[in-house]
């Protein structure tokens, strides 16, 4: 830091709540020992611009949130053991593989990992985390899901995890019998990917409530031997699936909302009520001869692009 430096941060920690800082330069980096000196006066702290390549979360550190926006030459996080950070949020980074550092956060709720250069996802790495209620793996360049074998009767799990996020990636398949370590699973996110195939290799019951597919390569769509009583909502807009799935017969309160525009009529014959319950909403497509003003089609206009057959 510029001479006296030091000294007037510390007094603006002791007279404000919030301290803003648009510039610092420091000897060697902005973590590890520059955070240890300045500990005792941070509950969180944001960088707007990190230069490092690396960021080192000294031992015993007491700040409960850290929030790195940009940070495109960090490789690596490394962290100390630690019992307070409770938020680690990084964007915009150069990081290709989960910190294995992780398991010393051992009251981390969330994680956020995103517009990085992540190219797999290996589930287990954040078994250890058992407070996490949020994952986010946005962004990346993930295009795989791995995950060790389980052993009988000593599966470990997340028993806390509610939203799982891996939005804008590049998978290309989907197995449901992944999230079994996460028996409170409620909200899955996987849209905007590639996924091609979704399937359940081992049968697995999941508290999965919201599940959004939307902006994927699916033309079909089985979920048997997964049971979700749970859920309400499934999106699978944005896919090139030419029927609606069977799920209303097993999962009565489900909504599902789908695209207009690659659906045949003769489809939706069998669905009017569905329909009508708006538990099944066509989403208009502006690319397809059937648009509207609305986001969702009505009976009316559906009936209307369908020769008045439904």
């Known amino acids: 830091m510029t001479s006296n430096g030091e000294s007037r941060l510390r007094n603006a920690f002791t007279t404000r709540k919030q301290v803003s800082v648009n510039k610092m330069i420091v000897r060697n980096s902005a973590s590890g020992a520059f955070l240890h000196r300045f500990n005792n006066l941070l509950d ?7 230069r490092e390549a690396i960021f080192h979360l000294p031992n015993d550190s007491t700040i409960t949130e850290i929030t790195v926006w940009r940070a495109p030459a960090m490789r690596a996080f490394v962290a100390g053991s630690n019992a307070h950070l409770k938020v680690l949020s990084i964007a915009h980074c150069s990081l290709a593989r989960i910190p294995i550092t992780l398991p010393q956060l051992t009251t981390l709720k969330s994680l956020s990992i995103g517009d990085c250069k992540l ?19 946005c962004c990346n360049e993930i295009r795989q899901l791995v995950r060790e074998s389980p ?25 449901l019998s992944y999230f079994e370590s996460y028996p409170n699973l409620t909200n899955i996110d996987i849209s905007n990917n590639q996924i091609t195939t979704v399937c359940t290799s081992s049968p697995v019951r999941l508290s999965v409530v919201h599940l959004n597919l939307m902006q ?12 979700m009583p749970n859920i309400t909502s499934l999106l699978l807009t944005g896919n090139p699936l030419t029927v609606v799935p069977p799920v209303f017969e097993n999962y009565p309160n489900m909504h599902l909302v789908m ?5 045949i009529c003769e489809t939706l014959l069998p669905l009017k009520e569905q329909i009508l319950s708006s538990k099944l909403k066509i989403q208009s497509v502006h690319a397809s001869q059937c648009t509207s003003g609305h986001f969702y089609l009505s009976l009316k206009k559906m009936q209307e692009c369908c020769g008045q057959s439904l």
Do not use: R
Not at 44 to 50: E, R, W
Not at 259 to 263: K, R, Y
């Open 44 to 50: 969180s702290v944001v960088y707007h611009n990190y």
């Open 119 to 137: 190219t797999s996802f290996k589930l287990d790495m954040v078994l250890a985390n058992q407070m996490l209620t949020t994952l986010n793996m």
């Open 151 to 175: 052993q009988p009767h000593s599966l470990k799990i997340l028993p806390n995890l509610e939203y799982f996020i891996l939005y804008k990636n590049k998978l290309t398949q989907l197995d």
């Open 216 to 227: 994927n390569q699916l033309t079909t769509f089985n979920i048997t031997g997964c049971i």
């Open 259 to 263: 695209s207009w525009h690659t659906l």
